[in-house]
């Protein structure tokens, strides 16, 4: 499996607003989308339904508003991990930007298929952009982006100063 490195750029200044304003209506778009998918699922002639296996349009396009993402807290940094399946790093920017971490990709497929007298024209076209606050004391000169089989990782390491200073805090029996 290879591994590749992605560089991460460090910038003064946003250019446009937050993206973090337009989640909830991602939300409420996705929740839309999956009762339609939903709906749509029952009314279908079957000769669409099982000629192709696809994704419902919507469906690829809820995927890409918003990937999973997990964060991890270690001793030594925090580690992002974003799901971004058929991704390359070409596709994939990852900044530090006014103490935010900012990860975008986005991605362009096209695909055609011929059976018989039937033919399947898709074009799938995606952008994602994930904003996170940049935690107190990290480093943000040693921030490294990985991909690998899919999955992005982001490692923001801590610095000597934050990694000697945190406690371990015992929890008694009341």
């Known amino acids: 499996m290879t591994v590749t490195k992605l560089p991460v750029t460090k910038e003064a200044k946003l250019s446009r607003p937050e993206p973090a304003t337009w989640h909830p209506l991602l939300s409420l778009q996705r929740e839309i989308n999956q009762i339609f998918d939903q709906f749509d699922r029952g009314w279908r002639p079957f000769s669409q339904r099982f000629l192709y296996d696809t994704e419902p349009s919507s469906r690829v396009y809820a995927m890409w508003s918003s990937p999973a993402v997990d964060i991890v807290d270690t001793e030594k940094a925090y580690e992002i991990t974003v799901e971004v399946p058929g991704m390359t790093p070409e596709n ?83």
Not at 94 to 103: F, P, S, T, Y
Not at 139 to 159: H, Q, W, Y
């Open 92 to 174: 994939l920017e990852v900044k530090a930007v006014n103490g935010r971490l900012v990860i975008k990709g986005e991605k362009k497929e096209s695909k055609q298929e011929k059976r018989g007298d039937t033919e399947l024209s898709e074009r799938c076209y995606g952008a994602f952009e994930r904003s996170f606050q940049l935690p107190e004391g990290v480093d943000s000169g040693k921030i490294e982006a990985t991909l690998e089989a899919g999955v992005l990782t982001v490692l923001l390491p801590k610095s000597i100063e934050v990694q000697k200073s945190a406690k371990k805090i015992e929890v008694k029996a009341a």
